[in-house]
Structure formats: structure tokens, C-alpha cells
């Protein structure tokens, strides 16, 4: 089984300034990750998701995340935020052995809020 | 239009009424999935179908049943509601069987239980 750790509840940045939203995941079989995005009184979107090959991983918006095997963390990133991008942000963890760990596994979620 | 669509988005109901969600998809996919949250503690997954015949148990099934009457419609039933089972219930589908496949969401539907 898999199962994801969102560090913070809750981060506030002004417009402009980099963001870091973090992420640690823990798994005893290799990994696929993602990152998805829930805007005000919508469903979810997928922003990045991390599946093989390079660990840094770019996305919409200007996003990008970075997997790192040895820390267990797949931290989100954008070098200048908006006021637009103000949202809920989950990290998610599946299996990539198939079967049951197909399952997506979601933290409890990030709330970025941009302030002008 | 929509590639998932829930209803009703919003209901309120009585404790033991029992009541139903529907999902719809266009998209084609052959997975789909019933995902209740709660403020504080994400998604977290009720039901799984990945084919009409293939229905299994989420992390919270309890006081939860689901129908799939075909490919495209995945139906949730809370058989006798309860004010814990108040929430924002989602739906999304996927595509693909070598797992890492984006899900897509609906709308949600939001339920109130009093």
C-alpha cells in the first residue's frame, strides 16, 4: 500500500513570489506520482504527473516537480505565482505494479492562497 | 460539453432516506471511481469499477453500494444516510491498463444529510 504526506495545510504567498508546495510519499514497490489541482467549486484537474524517466517533471500553468527517489518527495514548484493559481493542491501516489496498485492514493491536500 | 457529469450537484436529504448519485462519462473510458472529501482530509476512494463486470471495495465502503449499468453511467447509493456521510462525493474515470493514467473528475455533487 501506498500512502502520501502533504506537509502543509495551508500556504500563503503574495503575487509574484515563488512557491514550494511539499510532498512525501511512502511505497514498498515503485512509484507513479501526481499532482492535481481543485480551483474554487470545481472538480479536479491534473497539473503534472511523474510516471519514468527524467525527475523533473514539468506541467501546466508553469508548474513543474521534482521526483527524488532517496528523500521520498515529489515537492511542486513555480518560480512566480498569480492570483489565478490560488487553489487546492493534492499529491497522489499509485502503485506501478499493477493491480490493486492501480489505486490512487491522495494527500490531505495543500490550500495555496496568492494574496495581492 | 462536460466529459463527466454528475447529479444532482447539490442534495440535501433526511438520516435514513436512501439516495442516489449518477455519473456520466463521453469520454470512452472503461474505469471509473467514487471518491468522497472532507475538509482536512482529501479524496478518499469509496468504489472502483475498471470494466462493467469488475466492481470492487474502496478504502471506505461502508454504508455505500454502486451499479454500473454500462461502460459510461457508475451510480452511487447510500442506502440509509447518515450526517457523517454529509461531503463533496466525486466521480472520475480513466483510461489505459498499465496504470499511471490521469483520472478525470466530475463536477462533484455536494450532500448534505440532516
Known amino acids: 500500500a501506498q500512502s502520501v504526506t502533504q506537509l502543509d495545510s495551508q500556504v500563503p504567498v503574495f503575487e509574484e513570489a515563488p512557491v514550494e508546495l511539499r510532498c512525501n510519499y511512502s511505497s514498498s514497490v515503485s512509484v507513479y506520482l501526481f499532482w492535481y489541482v481543485q480551483y474554487p467549486n470545481q472538480g479536479l484537474q491534473l497539473l503534472l504527473k511523474y510516471l519514468s524517466g527524467s525527475t523533473l517533471v514539468k506541467g501546466i500553468n508553469g508548474f513543474e516537480a521534482e521526483f527524488n527517489k532517496s528523500q521520498t518527495s515529489f515537492h511542486l514548484r513555480k518560480p512566480s505565482v498569480h492570483i489565478s493559481d490560488t487553489a487546492e493542491y493534492f499529491c497522489?501516489?499509485?502503485?506501478?505494479?499493477?493491480?490493486?496498485?492501480?489505486?490512487?492514493?491522495f494527500g490531505k491536500g495543500t490550500l495555496l492562497t496568492v494574496n495581492p | 460539453d462536460a466529459d463527466v457529469t454528475q447529479t444532482p450537484r447539490n442534495r440535501i436529504t433526511k438520516t435514513g432516506k436512501r439516495i442516489m448519485l449518477e455519473c456520466s462519462q463521453t469520454?470512452?473510458?472503461?474505469?471509473m471511481y467514487w471518491y468522497r472529501q472532507d475538509p482536512g482530509l482529501g479524496l478518499r476512494l469509496i468504489y472502483y469499477s475498471f470494466d462493467v463486470k469488475d466492481i470492487n471495495k474502496g478504502e471506505i465502503s461502508d454504508g455505500y453500494s454502486v451499479s454500473r449499468q454500462a461502460q459510461a453511467k457508475f451510480s452511487l447509493s447510500l442506502e440509509s444516510a447518515i450526517p457523517n456521510q454529509t461531503a463533496l462525493y466525486f466521480c472520475?474515470?480513466?483510461?489505459?491498463?498499465?496504470?499511471?493514467?490521469?483520472?478525470?473528475f466530475g463536477p462533484g455533487t455536494r450532500l448534505l444529510v440532516l
Open positions: 469520454k470512452g473510458h472503461d474505469r
Open positions: 497522489a501516489v499509485s502503485g506501478a505494479g499493477g493491480g490493486s496498485n492501480y489505486k490512487l492514493t
Open positions: 472520475a474515470t480513466s483510461a489505459g491498463v498499465a496504470g499511471g493514467e490521469t483520472q478525470y
